[in-house]
């Protein structure tokens, strides 16, 4: 899966996350789990990947703990979902935080192109990656949502670790 040095053993913590979270198909693989899209063909047709490229990176996510597998009959033979663990379920704020600063920095190319991060409890949209800025409640994958315009016309609850 690499596709540079190896950086799990740097002394700067941020380069340490990045050898994991650093690469943007990987955070594309998570944020298709956490909309609880787990499964290798749902993957491959909605990020619009090489086999061979989300192959690699769901190893390496598996690799480092961050999800798992989960068997299921897929037409007379065993295949696996993709879930999240729990180390999985604590990138989620990193995740926001790229929601967050992309919204506020980057133009979408269509009014389809916005993604919003809310409170499902209080059904706030929040501009904090980890504390809702409407309540001050910390997020956590069980209540939070994404708002993808180009998916659904209302948020979608995240998935949490199996």
Known sequence: MALRSDWSTRTCSMARGLDILGDPWSMLVLREVFFGNGRFDAMKSRLAVADSVLTNRLAGLVESGLLGKR?????????????????????????????????????????????????SGCGQRTTSADTCTGCGERLTAANTSWHSLARSEAPMQLATAA
């Open 71 to 119: 068997p299921y009959d897929g037409g007379g033979r065993t295949r696996h979902e993709y879930v999240l663990t729990a180390k999985g379920e604590d990138a989620l704020p990193v995740l926001n935080a790229v929601i967050m600063w992309a919204e506020k920095h980057l133009p979408a190319p269509s009014d389809q192109a916005h993604m919003y991060v809310i409170h």
